[in-house]
């Protein structure tokens, strides 16, 4: 990603965004609000960095999530079917409204309040299973077997086919240049699993959000055959992926931090209130999704022309100084709300509920059952996701 911003532009690479998001985003949120730059799929786009124009922008009616507003051949993103793209992140009001009223009583925070002891018997579930070792990667053991196990159950997804998801998903979220099938494969592979799924759900309801999206398809006809398929999929996708890492982040922090985390495992209770600051901190969504102007937005002070692609970054925003005090400093007692770690405005994440909670009871587990937890690397030998819309680690050996 190069920038192309009046006066001496500092240039980016992939290599430094994973490596060092913050002070990258950081040094072109101090040079200007907005900047021009190529992308790593070689196309244009703008991107936002400062808190005020990244909030704005992100409830601003006018920046469109629907592909069909990309000026023509404004958009490379990857190809998916009909029938696993009418899907929220590509939608604008009415049909996202209409969707989002369907599948948001599934996530409201008294139907999240009675998976808590569910999602507790599964986390200890899985540490007992590493308990004995005394180390372990826990991204592949916790942070990621966690959160596939709870939207796998609450889309009635059977356990067998859990693994299947896994793989799959990490080829769609974080493509392997050497390995441009890869996605192709994923996609086949989730379209042909969640066509047989709707089939058998159809045939034996369960109790289930995904026969109760059936039955508003088939019985009320408020989804459309695509939508629900497409529904499916972004549950699944969204659910799994942007938890992990937020597990993974959270707990990271706190290990690089052994003054917040002794405050935590003094005082369990804070726990709530922590999660928003360690979303905050290093939340799992550097960029928002990219939106499209339907018409001449003003943005910064910088006129960005319709049609074309619109990043926000969540990162730089969130370390802006002139929203949050000292905001490299890791502060358990810092007043967090306002962030936009789960979006801003009508797309707000339906699952932040469930998100959130997951990641509390993850780490109030992890910490009342290993109290010696640390690294168990140097923190310069971790590993990132080479991905520019995705912060997350590849591997956290810890030991305990």
């Given at each position: 990603m190069?920038t192309?911003?009046p006066g001496?532009?500092?240039l ?7 490596a060092d998001p913050?002070a990258?985003y ?19 786009a ?7 124009d ?8 006018r ?7 990309a000026?023509?051949?404004g ?6 079917p009909?029938?696993?793209?009418a899907?929220l ?10 969707i989002?009223r ?6 409201t925070?008294?139907r999240?309040?009675?998976?808590r002891?569910p999602?507790?018997k599964t986390a ?16 592949a053991s ?5 959160p596939i196990a709870?939207?796998?159950d ?11 998801f896994r ?5 769609l ?13 994923a ?14 759900k ?10 109760a ?7 009320e006809?408020r ?6 398929m497409s ?14 890492h ?15 985390l ?6 369990p ?5 922590a999660v ?7 939340g799992?969504?550097p ?6 102007p339907t018409e001449?937005?003003?943005?910064g002070?910088?006129?960005v022309?319709a049609g ?7 990162a730089a925003?969130?370390?802006d ?5 000292e905001?490299?400093r ?8 306002g ?12 699952g932040?509920p ?7 009871i ?5 910490l009342?059952?290993f109290?010696?937890l ?5 923190p ?7 991905s520019?819309?995705t ?10």
């Amino acid at each position: 990603m190069s920038t192309t911003t009046p006066g001496n532009p500092p240039l980016v690479d992939l290599a430094e965004l994973v490596a060092d998001p913050y002070a990258t985003y950081g040094r072109l949120r101090e040079a200007g609000p907005v900047h021009r730059f190529t992308g790593t799929d070689g196309l244009p786009a703008w991107l936002v960095t400062r808190y005020d124009d990244v909030r704005q922008a992100l409830a601003d009616p006018r920046l469109s999530l629907d592909k069909r507003n990309a000026k023509p051949g404004g958009y490379r993103g990857l190809a998916l079917p009909p029938a696993l793209d009418a899907n929220l992140l590509n939608m604008d009001p009415p049909d996202h409204t209409r969707i989002r009223r369907l599948v948001s009583r599934a996530f409201t925070p008294r139907r999240t309040a009675l998976l808590r002891e569910p999602i507790r018997k599964t986390a200890h579930s899985l540490l007992d299973a590493i308990a004995a070792d005394g180390r372990a990667d826990l991204i592949a053991s916790y942070a990621a077997p966690l959160p596939i196990a709870v939207i796998c159950d609450l889309l009635g997804v059977a356990e067998d086919d859990r693994l299947d998801f896994r793989s799959w998903t990490d080829a769609l979220v974080v493509p392997d240049p050497a390995r441009p099938d890869r996605a192709k494969e994923a996609v086949r592979g989730l379209l042909a699993y969640f066509t047989r799924l709707l089939t058998d759900k159809r045939a034996a309801p369960a109790d289930d959000l995904l026969s109760a999206l059936i039955a508003v398809r088939d019985e009320e006809d408020r989804l459309s055959e695509d939508e629900l398929m497409s529904l499916a999929f972004l549950i699944l996708i969204a659910g799994y992926e942007n938890t992990v890492h937020l597990i993974g982040n959270a707990t990271l922090a706190l290990l690089r931090h052994p003054g917040r985390l002794a405050e935590l495992r003094a005082d369990p209770g804070r726990l709530g209130p922590a999660v928003e600051e360690l979303a905050r901190y290093d939340g799992p969504v550097p960029l928002a999704i990219r939106r499209f102007p339907t018409e001449d937005v003003v943005i910064g002070g910088v006129t960005v022309p319709a049609g074309e692609t619109v990043l926000l970054s969540l990162a730089a925003a969130h370390r802006d100084p002139r929203r949050f005090s000292e905001p490299d400093r890791l502060d358990l007692d810092r007043d967090a709300t306002g962030h936009l770690a789960l979006g801003h405005g009508i797309h707000y994440c339906v699952g932040a509920p469930l998100a959130r909670t997951e990641t509390e009871i993850a780490l109030a587990v992890l910490l009342e059952r290993f109290p010696r937890l640390a690294l168990d690397v140097p923190p310069d030998a971790l590993r990132w996701r080479p991905s520019m819309r995705t912060r997350g680690l590849l591997s956290l050996p810890v030991r305990y």
